[in-house]
């Protein structure tokens, strides 16, 4: 079966770096996403992995390992406003997205 | 741009009736549309994907006598959630994805249905 795991919940400090893990197993890969989704809202794109390696946009990078089956997206200089779920999300073969259950990130000041 | 509105915001029904939510891709042509449904502390759950002119693929489980989903044009998608029941209670997201080659799906708001 396909699968996408991800840590429940972490906890980080205003200002500190924080990485999120995500692994998976599906059936082919067409990329891999992560979504940012505050409470009661819908979720907004942070990046897209394809291709081996990290990819930097401000103070959001994500790591993709197509080998390891992993990824990792890091957030630099921790903001309150921070505090969120992020959705791991990989593309399978027939292009449908299977989704992570999600990491609730808890920024504490 | 790639922006997708979804009205209503939220609604509240009472049980057995039914309630359409509208999904626009307001600054692109949308092939394809995903409706996503997500319970409180879950993912999101994939309920159809629909191509603009065709029936609607749904995902197994989904029963798709209950959720309609009309695709009629390139930036309307809706989903019509007949005889709701507290149980389909649940925040509705749709998505909206261009041609090409680039994957990403672009969301909308979401939408509260409460049935009381």
Known sequence: GQNIDQPTEMTATEGAIVQINCTYQTSGFNGLFWYQQHAGEAPTFLSYNVLDGLEEKGRFSSFLSRSKGYSYLLLKELQMKDSASYLCAVMDSNYQLIWGAGTKLIIKP | ?116
């Open chain 2, 1 to 116: 741009g790639a922006v997708v509105s979804q009205h209503p915001s939220w609604v509240i029904c009472k049980s057995g009736t039914s309630v359409k939510i509208e999904c626009r891709s307001l600054d692109f042509q949308a092939t394809t549309m995903f409706w996503y449904r997500q319970f409180p502390k879950q993912s999101l759950m994939l309920m159809a994907t629909s191509n603009e002119g065709s029936k609607a693929t749904y995902e197994q489980g989904v029963e798709k006598d209950k959720f309609l989903i009309n695709h009629a044009s390139l930036t309307l998608s809706t989903l019509t959630v007949t005889s709701a029941h507290p149980e389909d209670s649940s925040f509705y997201i749709c998505s909206a994805k261009t041609g090409g080659d680039y994957n990403e799906q672009f969301f909308g708001p979401g939408t509260r249905l409460t049935v009381l």
